[in-house]
C-alpha cells in the first residue's frame, strides 16, 4: 500500500508532507521549512513565543481559532486540521493600515520591545479576537521579559473597545472570519507511516481497542502536553502513536440529573466553557491549570493517565467521588478514582486498555442537604505554574448542619493524589465550624509525610495540608 | 538590517517638519517587524548547506575527563563532525582586556580536560540536521573522574574582591580612615544580614550563532550582540583573523540584559568548528543549557550597618558585600557601588568578597551591583526608619547626598527629592498607617487578607561612551542613520530616528535606521544603559556635519541640491565622546518606588497590588519607549523578590533548575497596575541631548520596596530574596 501523505493547511495552503516523523513538532517543521516568524523559546509549552491558532470547535461544536504551542503538537496531530502562524496575518506588499487589527494594536501600543515574544502573543491575541473575548486570560501562556505586560495589556482593550464600538467580532470581510465560518469540524481517520514509525488516528472506539489490542507497546496520544515534551526534545522515540483526538466516545460530554460524564480526550478549555458553573472545585482548579494554550489541548484522561503525583485535576474528582470507565477487547470496567493510582506513576490500567471517560456524580451524598466544595492551588507564580500543593475538598452537610460526608483531597504531599482518609472520617458527625476545623488541623499537619524539593520544604507543605482546609472553611463562611 | 520609518503606523504619519518629535511618545520604528515576524533574530538566517552543532555539556560539576568515546556518535546517521578537547577546532587566546577583545569567560572551550562546573561545554556534535546532532550528542561517551565540588555559597571561601573593571569598591571615610574607633552621635543603630539567590538573565530568545565563512579567511557571524565592534574585535583575535576580515551582524535581539555582549564558550565553538568544516554552522544553547553557558547573577550576602542620631541624621554606613565566581574567570557583583552615591555620612566603610564555586562564571545582569545593592541598602534605611520611628520617605530626603562619596565629585542635576514627594503624592502615602499589620486599604476586599505598603529608592550611574555614526541624505528625500550599535528591544531604532528627525527638521517617516552591522559605524554598546546617552548625540552631530557637507541649511534644500546636481547622496560621519565633564561632575539616575502588597497568612500568599515609581532620567526622549524600559526593569525587580532563583544539587553540583517551569520570572497575573512618571531637567551637563539612561534603574530597589511593604503588612522582615510563600507563612 503507497503511504498516505501527511496533509495540513498552513495559512491557506494545503500541505503533502511525505517521509517526515509524525512525531516532529510543528514548530520545528516551521523552523526547518523557513518559516521563522513562530518561535522557540523553551521548547517545553512554558513561554507560548512558538503560539500559533489552529482551528478546532468551542463548546458548542462551532469552529474556532484556538492558540497551541507549536512546541508540543507532533506533525502527526495536526494532519487533517488547519493552522494560521503569523506569517499568514499579512499578506506581502499590504499596506500599513492593512496589518491585522491585533498587529496593528500591538504596534500603537508598544507592545513589544525585544520582539521575541510578540508573534506568540499575537497569536493569542488573534484566536481570542475571534472569539471576541480579547482579555488578560488570553495571554495568560505568554511570558515577555521585556515589557511588563502593560502596553500588551492596553493592546488587548484597544482591540476589545474596537469590536465593541463595531458592534461586531470582526470586520466585514475579514478573511479570517469567513475562513472560520467554512471550516470542516471533524478529524479524518489517520494512518500515516514514516520509514521509522507509525501514527494511527482511529474515529472508532473498537478500531482502537483493536488497534490496542494488536500494539500493546503503542503510546495512547491524547493532547500531548506531557508527551510532547518528551517529541520536543527528542527524548526518547515514538514508533507507534495512536491519536485519541477523534474517537466520538471520547470526546463527548454528558449531562443527566444525577451526573456528568466526560469524554477522557475532551480539552481541558472545553470542559472549562461547556460545564461551568458545576462544580465550584473543577471551576477552580481549571482556572490555576497551566495557561489558555495547553488547556486547549491538555485532556483530563491525559491528566490522570500520566499518574503524576503533583497532577491538579485528581485531587478534584477525589473530592468528587468520580469513576472512570475503562475499556479494552476484553471488556469494559468502571473503577473508582480512588483505586486508580496505585503507586508513584503506577495505575491499574493494563496493556491494551484505555480510559474513555470520567463520571462525576451530581448528586449529594444520602441524607446530606447542602453541600460545599471548592479546590486551591498554591504556586510560586499567579498562572501558569505546576502545584506545590493542590487540595480539593467536599464536605456534605446534613439537616443540623453537621459533617455528613467528607473528601479531603491533595496533590503534591505523596507519591500519588490522596485523600486525607482518617481526618475524613475524623469529621463525619462533627459541626462544620471553626472550632472543628482548628481541631482538624494538627490531624490534617500529620497525615501525609511530603518530600521536600526545590518548590517547597515538606514541613511547609505540611502546613499548607492543614491550612488550606482552614482557607475553605473562611473562604466558604464568608 | 534595515527599518523603515514608512512602515511605521503610528500616529506620526502626519507629524509636520516644524514640531519636535523628540520628546513625543512616538510609536517603535521597528514595530511592525516585529509584530509580523518578519524580524529576523540570529538563528533564524537561512544559508544554504548549513549545518547544525550540539554542544555535549558535563553532568559532573568538578573533576577531569578520564577518556572520551566518540565512535558511536561518529557513526549515527547524519553526523558530520565530533569535536572534544582532543581535536578541537584551533582557536587563539585573545588579549580579553575590553579595549582589543573581551569573552565572557576567559577559559577557552575544549581548551583541556579540566572540568570546572555542571554543564560546561565538553564536545561538540555537527549534523545536517538540528535533530541528529543533538541525537548524536547523546552518544558520545565521556568518562569522568569527578571531585566534590563547591555549589553552596553560605559555606565558600571568600577573599577580598580584585576591583570591577577598574574600579575599586572598598572605600573608607571618617574613623574608617583615620583608624580611630570613636565615632560619637549614634543614637540609633541597625545592623542585618541580606542574601539574594543566583538569578539568570532569562532572556526569550536562546543564545545563538551561524558562523559562515568565505574561504578560510574572512567570517559572517550572526549573533545576538549588545557590543558589535567588540565582538567583531573578539572573533578576529579568537579566529586569528585581520578585524575587517570578520563582520557580525545583529539586527535584532531577543533580549540580553547583560548576557549578549560577548562570545559564550558554544559561540566561540561555533566560529571555530565552521572554519574547520568549510560549511555555515549554527549553534544553538537549548534552554537548558543557558543555565551554565550564558551567564547569571551571582549570589550575594550583604551585612548593612547603619548608625544615626535620634533625628535620623546618618552617622555612619558600613556594607560588607559577598558575591561567587566560576574557576575560570573573575567576576565580582559590585553591590557596594551604590552606597557611597545614595546617602551621606561621615563614616562609611565598604568592602566586597569574592568566592570561588563550581558554577559557570557569572556577569553583568541588570544593574550588576545596584539591583542587589538597592535590594540590601533600601532594606536596610526602612529598619532604621522604623526603629526611629520616622517616615521612610523623610529619612532618604533627609540622608541623600549631592556628591558622591567615593569619588568625591558633585551630582548633575540631581532630582532625587522630587521623585520622593511626586511618588508619594501619586501614591497618596500620606494616608499610611503607622504600623505593622493596620494598615487598610480601598481598593482592598477580602478582609482575610493583610495589607503593606513599602517604598525604596532607585539609582544608576549615567555612562556614556565614545561613538560613531553616519548619516547619509538621498534624493528620494529620506535620511539613512547607520551605526553598528543596537536595539536589543530598548527603542534605540526609535529614539535614533527621533534624533535625526529633530535635527535634520524631517518628519520620522522620512528617517531610516540600520543598526547591528559591524560593517557600520562603531555605535558603542547596549549594555550600563548607554547607548542612548552615548549614540544620540553623534546621531545629531552627523545631522549637522552632513547638511554642513551639502552646504545647506535645512535638509529640504540638501534634498533639493541633490536633485538639481544629479549627486548621489551627502554623507557624514561624526564621533561623540565623554570629555572633561567625567572630572567635574559624578552622574546618577535617581527613582523611588512605592507599592501595595497583599499578604494571605494561611497560604503564604503575596500579591502586589499596586506600583507607583518616579524616575529622574534626565532628559526623556520618548516617554513610550522610556516608561517601557522602566516597567520592564520593575518586573524583572519583582521576579527578583518573589520568585527568581536557581538552585544546585549539593552533591552533583548540577542545576536543579533549568528551564522556564522551574526558573519562574513574572507572568502576565503577577503584574499590577504599574504607574511610571519622570521628573527633571535635562541633564547637559552629562552630554548634548541631556539624556541619562534608563534601561536598568527601573529594577533597582525594587525587591526592598517590596519587602518594606512585607513588613508593613504583617511585621514580617525578609531578610532573604526570593519571598517565597514559605517565608510568609
Ligand atoms: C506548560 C505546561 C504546563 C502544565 N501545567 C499543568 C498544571 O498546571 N497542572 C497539571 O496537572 N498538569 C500540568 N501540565 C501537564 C499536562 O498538561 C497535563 O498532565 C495534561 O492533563 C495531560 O493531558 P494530555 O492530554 O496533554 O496528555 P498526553 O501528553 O497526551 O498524555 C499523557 C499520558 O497519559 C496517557 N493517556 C492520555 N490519554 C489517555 C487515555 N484516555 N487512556 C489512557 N492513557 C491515556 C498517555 O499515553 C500519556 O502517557 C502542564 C504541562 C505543560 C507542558
Ligand atoms: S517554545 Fe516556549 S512554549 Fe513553545
Ligand atoms: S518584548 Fe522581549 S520578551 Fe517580550
Redesign the pocket.
Known amino acids: 500500500m503507497p503511504p498516505t501523505p501527511l496533509t495540513f493547511t498552513l495559512n491557506g495552503q494545503t500541505l503533502y508532507l511525505q517521509d517526515v516523523s509524525p512525531s516532529m513538532t510543528l514548530l520545528r517543521y516551521l523552523q526547518q521549512s523557513d518559516r521563522t516568524g513562530t518561535k522557540e523559546g523553551c521548547g517545553?509549552?512554558?513561554c507560548g513565543a512558538c503560539t500559533v491558532a489552529i482551528l478546532g470547535q468551542d463548546a458548542n461544536g462551532n469552529p474556532q481559532y484556538q492558540a497551541m504551542n507549536s512546541c508540543?503538537i507532533p506533525l502527526g496531530a495536526i494532519a487533517g486540521r488547519h493552522i494560521v502562524t503569523v506569517e499568514g496575518l499579512t499578506v506581502e506588499g499590504l499596506a500599513e493600515s492593512e496589518l491585522h487589527p491585533v498587529q496593528a494594536a500591538m504596534v500603537a501600543t508598544g507592545g513589544s520591545q525585544c520582539g521575541y515574544c510578540t508573534p506568540g502573543f499575537i497569536m493569542s491575541l488573534f484566536a481570542a479576537y475571534y472569539e471576541g473575548k480579547v482579555d488578560d486570560l488570553s495571554v495568560e501562556g505568554n511570558l515577555c521579559r521585556c515589557t511588563g505586560y502593560l502596553p500588551i495589556r492596553r493592546a488587548a482593550q484597544a482591540v476589545m473597545q474596537e469590536q465593541a464600538a463595531r458592534g461586531s467580532i470582526a470586520a466585514p470581510g475579514d478573511r479570517f472570519a469567513t475562513a472560520l465560518s467554512q471550516a470542516p469540524v471533524s478529524l479524518p481517520p489517520l494512518d500515516y507511516r514514516s520509514v521509522t514509525q507509525q501514527f494511527y488516528r482511529p474515529t472508532h472506539l473498537q478500531i482502537l481497542l483493536e488497534l490496542l489490542q494488536q500494539h500493546p507497546q503503542a503510546?495512547?496520544?491524547?493532547?500531548?502536553?506531557?508527551?510532547?515534551?518528551d517529541m520536543s526534545h527528542d527524548r526518547r522515540s515514538f514508533p507507534l502513536l495512536i491519536s485519541?483526538e477523534a474517537i466520538p466516545e471520547?470526546q463527548a460530554i454528558e449531562q443527566t440529573d444525577t451526573q456528568v460524564e466526560i469524554g477522557?480526550?475532551v480539552p481541558?478549555s472545553r470542559i472549562e466553557t461547556q460545564l461551568h458553573g458545576l462544580f465550584p472545585a473543577l471551576d477552580e482548579m481549571l482556572h490555576?491549570?497551566?495557561?489558555r494554550q495547553?488547556r486547549n489541548?491538555?485532556?483530563?484522561?491525559?491528566?490522570i493517565?500520566?499518574a503524576?503525583p503533583?497532577?491538579?485535576?485528581p485531587p478534584v474528582l477525589l473530592a468528587l467521588d468520580a469513576t472512570l470507565q475503562l475499556a479494552s477487547l476484553q471488556g469494559t470496567r468502571r473503577v473508582a478514582i480512588a483505586d486508580f493510582f496505585t503507586g508513584y506513576r503506577q495505575t491499574i490500567?493494563q496493556p491494551g486498555e484505555?480510559?474513555?471517560s470520567i463520571q462525576i456524580p451530581q448528586t449529594l451524598f444520602p441524607g446530606a442537604v447542602r453541600r460545599i466544595s471548592n479546590s486551591y492551588k498554591v504556586g510560586k507564580r499567579g498562572t501558569?505554574?505546576?502545584?506545590i500543593v493542590a487540595a480539593a475538598f467536599t464536605i456534605d452537610l446534613d439537616e443540623g448542619d453537621r459533617i455528613h460526608h467528607a473528601r479531603l483531597a491533595y496533590g503534591g504531599v505523596a507519591a500519588t493524589p490522596i485523600r486525607a482518609i482518617a481526618v475524613e472520617n475524623w469529621l463525619l458527625g462533627k459541626p462544620w465550624s471553626l472550632d472543628t476545623v482548628q481541631q482538624a488541623k494538627p490531624l490534617l499537619q500529620e497525615v501525609f509525610t511530603p518530600l521536600t524539593d526545590l518548590r517547597g520544604s515538606a514541613a511547609y507543605r505540611k502546613r499548607l495540608v492543614a491550612n488550606l482546609f482552614e482557607k475553605f472553611f473562611v473562604e466558604e463562611s464568608s | 538590517m534595515e527599518v523603515n520609518m514608512s512602515q511605521n503606523i503610528s500616529q506620526n504619519s502626519n507629524q509636520n517638519a516644524t514640531t519636535s518629535v523628540v520628546g513625543t511618545a512616538a510609536s517603535r520604528k521597528d514595530g511592525r517587524a516585529k509584530v509580523t515576524g518578519t524580524a529576523t533574530y540570529a538563528a533564524e538566517h537561512q544559508l544554504s548547506g548549513l549545518v547544525h552543532g550540539y554542544v555535549v555539556t558535563s553532568p559532573i560539576a568538578k573533576g577531569r575527563i578520564r577518556s572520551i568515546n566518540t565512535t558511536a556518535a561518529a557513526q549515527a546517521p547524519g553526523v558530520i563532525a565530533v569535536y572534544t578537547h582532543q581535536n578541537s577546532p584551533q582557536i587563539f587566546k585573545p588579549a580579553n582586556n575590553w579595549m582589543n577583545s573581551k569573552i565572557y569567560e576567559a577559559r577557552l572551550p575544549l581548551s583541556d580536560d579540566q572540568i570546572h562546573y555542571a554543564g560546561q561545554v565538553v564536545g561538540m556534535v555537527v549534523a545536517d540536521t538540528l535533530e541528529r546532532a543533538r541525537h548524536a550528542a547523546h552518544l558520545v561517551q565521556v568518562d569522568y573522574e569527578p571531585q566534590a565540588p563547591q555549589v553552596n555559597a553560605r559555606t565558600a571561601n571568600y577573599q577580598p574582591s580584585p576591583p570591577w573593571f577598574g574600579e575599586d569598591f572598598t572605600f573608607n571615610s571618617g574613623s574608617f580612615s583615620t583608624g580611630s574607633a570613636e565615632v560619637t552621635g549614634i543614637e540609633a543603630q541597625i545592623e542585618a544580614t541580606y542574601t539574594t539567590e543566583m538569578e539568570l538573565h532569562a532572556p526569550m530568545e536562546p543564545h545563538a550563532t551561524i558562523a559562515h565563512w568565505q574561504g578560510k579567511d574572512a567570517v559572517t557571524i550572526y549573533e545576538p550582540s549588545q557590543y558589535v565592534l567588540l565582538t567583531q574585535k573578539t572573533y578576529a583575535e579568537l579566529l586569528g583573523l585581520a578585524v575587517e576580515r570578520v563582520r557580525i551582524l545583529s539586527p535584532y535581539i531577543g533580549g540580553g540584559f547583560g548576557s549578549k555582549a560577548f562570545p559564550w564558550p558554544p559561540s566561540i565553538l561555533c566560529a571555530a568548528a565552521a572554519r574547520d568544516l568549510g560549511r555555515p554552522l549554527k549553534v544553538v544553547n537549548s534552554r537548558r543549557q543557558m543555565t551554565a553557558n550564558a551567564g547569571h547573577r551571582s549570589e550575594t550576602e550583604q551585612t548593612l550597618k547603619l548608625s544615626a542620631t535620634a533625628a535620623g541624621k546618618l552617622v555612619l554606613i558600613e556594607h560588607l558585600a559577598k558575591s561567587c565566581t566560576s574557576p575560570v574567570d573573575v567576576f565580582p557583583e559590585p553591590c557596594t557601588i551604590v552606597t557611597p552615591v545614595m546617602y551621606a555620612a561621615p563614616n562609611i566603610r565598604l568592602e566586597q568578597q569574592l568566592a570561588v564555586m563550581n558554577v559557570g562564571t557569572p556577569t553583568f545582569m541588570r544593574a550588576p551591583g545596584e539591583a542587589p545593592g538597592m535590594w540590601a541598602l533600601e532594606s536596610a534605611m526602612d529598619e532604621l526608619a522604623w526603629t526611629l520611628k520616622i517616615d521612610p520617605v523623610q529619612l532618604r530626603i533627609m540622608n541623600q547626598t549631592q556628591s558622591h562619596q567615593r569619588k568625591n565629585l558633585p551630582f548633575s542635576a540631581k532630582q532625587f527629592t522630587e521623585c520622593l514627594e511626586q511618588g508619594a503624592e501619586r501614591f497618596g502615602w500620606q494616608g499610611r498607617s503607622p504600623e505593622p499589620r493596620s494598615q487598610v486599604s480601598p481598593s482592598q476586599t477580602q478582609d482575610d487578607l493583610l495589607v503593606g505598603w513599602g517604598m525604596a529608592a532607585a539609582t544608576f550611574p549615567g555612562y556614556r561612551g565614545a561613538t560613531s555614526a553616519k548619516v547619509r541624505l538621498l534624493p528620494d528625500g529620506t535620511a539613512h542613520v547607520l551605526s553598528s550599535g543596537n536595539d536589543m528591544g530598548t527603542g534605540a531604532y526609535t529614539v535614533v530616528g527621533m534624533t535625526a528627525a529633530d535635527a535634520l527638521g524631517l518628519p520620522l517617516n522620512q528617517i531610516r535606521v540600520e543598526l547591528g552591522d559591524s560593517l557600520l559605524p562603531d555605535g558603542g554598546i547596549a549594555g550600563g544603559s548607554q547607548m542612548t546617552a552615548s549614540l544620540t548625540p553623534s546621531v545629531a552631530l552627523a545631522c549637522q556635519e552632513v547638511l554642513k557637507a551639502a552646504e545647506a541649511t535645512t535638509a529640504a534644500a540638501a534634498f533639493e541640491k541633490l536633485r538639481q546636481t544629479g549627486r548621489a547622496a551627502f554623507e557624514a560621519t561624526a564621533s561623540t565622546a565623554p570629555g572633561e565633564e567625567t572630572k567635574q561632575f559624578a552622574f546618577n539616575s535617581w527613582g523611588a518606588h512605592f507599592c501595595e502588597v497583599t499578604v494571605d497568612e494561611l497560604l503564604g500568599r503575596l500579591r502586589i497590588t499596586r506600583w507607583v515609581s518616579v524616575m529622574n532620567i534626565g532628559r526623556v526622549l520618548n516617554p513610550k519607549t522610556a516608561a517601557s524600559q522602566v516597567r520592564g526593569g520593575i518586573i524583572m525587580g519583582m521576579g527578583q523578590a518573589l520568585m527568581e532563583e536557581c538552585h544546585f544539587d549539593p552533591n552533583t553540583g548540577f542545576p536543579v533548575v533549568y528551564d522556564l517551569?522551574t526558573y519562574h520570572f513574572p507572568a502576565h497575573a503577577d503584574i499590577p497596575r504599574i504607574e511610571v512618571a519622570f521628573v527633571g531637567e535635562p541633564d547637559l551637563n552629562f552630554n548634548p541631548m541631556g539624556v541619562r539612561g534608563v534601561g536598568e534603574i527601573g529594577i533597582t530597589g525594587v525587591a526592598a520596596a517590596i519587602a518594606n511593604a512585607v513588613y508593613h503588612a504583617t511585621g514580617k522582615r525578609i531578610r532573604s530574596l526570593p519571598i517565597l510563600p514559605e517565608k510568609l507563612l
Open positions: 517545553d509549552g512554558d508540543l503510546t495512547l496520544l491524547a493532547g500531548g502536553t506531557d508527551l510532547g515534551l485519541l471520547l477522557a480526550a481541558l490555576w491549570f497551566a495557561a495547553v489541548r491538555a485532556t483530563l484522561g491525559g491528566n493517565g500520566t503524576s503533583i497532577g491538579d485535576l490500567l484505555v480510559i474513555v501558569d505554574d505546576i502545584s | 517551569a
